[in-house]
């Protein structure tokens, strides 16, 4: 049956990606473009981390130039750092915090309640719920911290949504609802999701794990570490680039587009239009009036010399999150580099004085309910290893008192042995 048919409409999935983040943006365009009642008519759009993040983009309406802008301006600011993400001025909750702030409209919870669908993480036993529901736009904002939450890496005390602890939704479930066979998912690794990377290694296994099938590859390991650690901005934009094209073949494949676009892009004739049922020489079939393309080719961003064409306003929005300005780009060149990291024994102390300082100022509103939850936590985490230390001493104890107490008891049980055995020889002997 197909998708759009489907009784009570079908989903979007988007799954956690980190700074790769902008292909699931690449891909929403495609959609928005080219098939915008995909969007429209989505019953619900689930997230998990970054992905949560383009999920409510899309519920709120927002531009494409505006989300390439936020996202890229975080890899952009990463990208000056000396250290990288161990520089103490990297603290991406409270850039993404305030982002939020000041750029979601005031009823984002109306939009958002019943229609965008969350994945969390509970902090103490793992457990992974799916926040479809929010009273106030704060309540939105936290619920989208929380999935964004990756311990150690983004801080060490998880933040709080309705008085639980949650931390990335990503570590429990990657891709809600993947399962289900309405439900149209995304994903920047290599797997078996509806709108992916097509892989060209010839490894036939697959990895799955956090309710998200992977392909077992060096470019899924490759792509997970840029995640966490992104390259350039260019990079991290033809990214986004290869999300729309993923996302057109994807259209392509379902016939939900009027022509092969992706055939005219390798310089390849199309195959020809066949009525009936699929046509093995061509891979093309027609499935209730719509023309399905079996053999949709694989197009990377290296093949496309003139992405504009495909898609002005993304290429546009890309080209102006991407450029620099005069001081980021003598800070990125090698000059600028080089005395950055001349300079870095005398700045580094300052800058971690000052941007710690700041971080405590910020933290001071959250500092009695954060210091109530660590005093429980130590307390619980003692008492939890003064019981078992308990269970192990006792137990130690009864095994040491049993193998003492056993020859005692057969150095006993001795007399009372030799003394019957006597009189059973006495009245043998009588």
Not at 93 to 119: F, M, V, W, Y
């Amino acid at each position: 049956m197909n998708f759009l048919e489907a009784e009570g409409g079908w989903n979007l999935s988007f799954s956690g990606a980190g700074y790769l983040g902008l292909y699931h943006m690449g891909a929403t365009q495609c959609l928005r473009q080219r098939a915008p009642h995909l969007l429209q008519g989505a019953r619900r759009i689930y997230g998990s981390s970054s992905g949560a993040l383009v999920a409510v983009a899309i519920i709120c309406s927002k531009s494409a130039d505006f989300c390439c802008s936020n996202l890229l301006a975080m890899v952009k600011h990463l990208e000056r750092l000396s250290l990288g993400i161990f520089h103490p001025a990297y603290g991406p909750i409270e850039h993404i915090k305030k982002q939020l702030q000041d750029t979601l409209p005031d009823n984002c919870h109306i939009l958002a309640s019943q229609r965008l669908g969350i994945s969390v993480t509970r902090w103490y036993d793992g457990q992974n719920y799916i926040i479809t529901d929010f009273a106030t736009r704060d309540e939105l904002i936290q619920a989208l911290i929380c999935t964004l939450y990756f311990p150690l890496y983004c801080g060490t005390i998880p933040p709080v949504f309705r008085g639980e602890r949650y931390i990335d939704g990503a570590l429990s479930n990657n891709l809600p609802f993947s399962d289900s066979p309405t439900t149209i998912t995304v994903s920047p690794f290599h797997g078996t999701v509806d709108i992916c990377p097509q892989s060209t290694s010839p490894s036939l296994h697959e990895l799955t794990i956090l309710n998200a099938s992977l392909q077992i590859c060096t470019s899924n390991f490759y792509m997970g570490f840029i995640s966490l650690f992104p390259p350039k901005p260019e990079v991290v934009a033809d990214y986004c680039r290869q999300g729309y094209l993923d996302a057109l073949r994807f259209l392509e494949r379902r016939g939900l587009t009027k022509e092969p676009v992706l055939w005219s892009l390798v310089s390849k004739e199309p195959p020809a239009l066949v009525e009936g049922p699929r046509d093995t020489e061509h891979g093309q079939s027609r499935e209730d009036g719509l023309t399905v393309w079996r053999d949709t080719p694989n197009v990377l961003v290296r093949d496309v010399p003139d992405f504009e064409l495909l898609s002005p306003e993304l290429e546009a929005a890309l080209r102006k999150a991407c450029k620099r300005d005069f001081w980021a780009r003598i800070q990125c060149s090698v000059p600028g580099r080089a005395l950055t990291y001349l300079l870095l024994p005398c700045t580094l102390p300052f800058e971690y004085v000052y941007f710690r300082s700041r971080r405590l100022l910020l933290w001071l509103p959250e500092m009695p309910d954060d210091l109530c939850w660590m005093q429980g936590l130590l307390k619980s985490t003692t008492l939890k290893v003064y019981a078992k230390a308990k269970r192990q001493l006792l137990r130690l104890g009864s095994s040491y008192i049993s193998a003492v107490s056993a020859p005692l008891q057969l150095w006993t049980a001795a007399p009372r042995n030799r003394a019957s055995n006597v009189r059973l020889t006495d009245r043998a002997l009588g």
